[in-house]
């Protein structure tokens, strides 16, 4: 049963840089793409980025100036850097499986196993 | 546009069936995804695809997909039902935007 246990500093001062990593237990590592997801205080997800064991990245246009995702593949680790933080960044950060299913001409796409989730707050 | 549109909240009366839908021009092109979330708790998938669920969710969760429109339907809504909802999907540029998110309470 795969499992995803992240972890990183939980509180940062406006203008630092997030950092957060995801470790993957008990599956493979290679076969997917791996995803960070946010979700600030009261409100909904925000899909943030996604990385592959070769290194291969998409990013959410609204992020990608300030977003690195990266892997270690000798760790079956991938990790999450978002520069110059403000309070906007404050979020429960989750790392999530990006499953792929092809069915005929179609592809499927979702998210089946996700971390617990990181707390992250931006504050002076 | 890769954005999806979810109605913020819906009611359903223990028992009886609830139709979730998510909206979105990338939906033509891809199916959706559904995730329940419980306070203070991660994701959950429950539907994926044109209508598969994974192992433990339950068969009252159902999916379907018209259009630009992809509905989660859930028949015979129980107590523990009441959550948020999320519908996600791939856009033609490999992202994968959310919806907004629909709370559902189980009257």
């Known amino acids: 049963q795969v499992q995803l246990q992240q972890w990183g500093a939980g509180l940062l001062k406006p203008s630092e840089t997030l950092s957060l990593t995801c470790a993957v237990y008990g599956g493979s590592f290679s076969g997917y793409y791996w995803s960070w997801i946010r979700q600030p205080p009261g409100k909904g997800l925000e899909w943030i980025g996604e990385i592959n064991h070769s290194g291969s990245t998409n990013y959410n246009p609204s992020l990608k100036s300030r977003v690195t995702i990266s892997v270690d593949t000798s760790k079956n680790q991938f990790s999450l850097k978002l520069s110059s933080v403000t309070a906007a960044d404050t979020a429960v950060y989750y790392c999530?499986?990006?499953?792929?299913?092809?069915?005929?001409?179609?592809?499927?796409?979702?998210?089946?196993?996700w971390g617990k989730g990181t707390t992250v707050t931006v504050s002076s | 546009s890769s954005e999806l549109t979810q109605d913020p909240a819906v009611s359903v009366a223990l028992g009886q069936t609830v139709r979730i839908t998510c909206q979105g021009d990338s939906l033509r092109s891809y199916y959706a995804s559904w995730y329940q979330q419980k306070p203070g708790q991660a994701p959950v998938l429950v539907i994926y695809?044109?209508?598969n669920r994974p192992s433990g969710i339950p068969d009252r969760f159902s999916g379907s997909s018209s259009g630009n429109t992809a509905s989660l339907t859930i028949t015979g809504a129980q107590a523990e039902d009441e959550a948020d909802y999320y519908c996600?999907?791939?856009?033609?540029?490999?992202?994968?935007?959310f919806g907004g998110g629909t709370k559902l309470t189980v009257l």
């Open positions: 999530a499986r990006n499953g792929l299913e092809r069915r005929g001409y179609y592809y499927y796409y979702y998210m089946d196993v």
């Open positions: 996600n999907s791939r856009d033609s540029s490999g992202n994968r935007p």
């Open positions: 695809g044109k209508n």
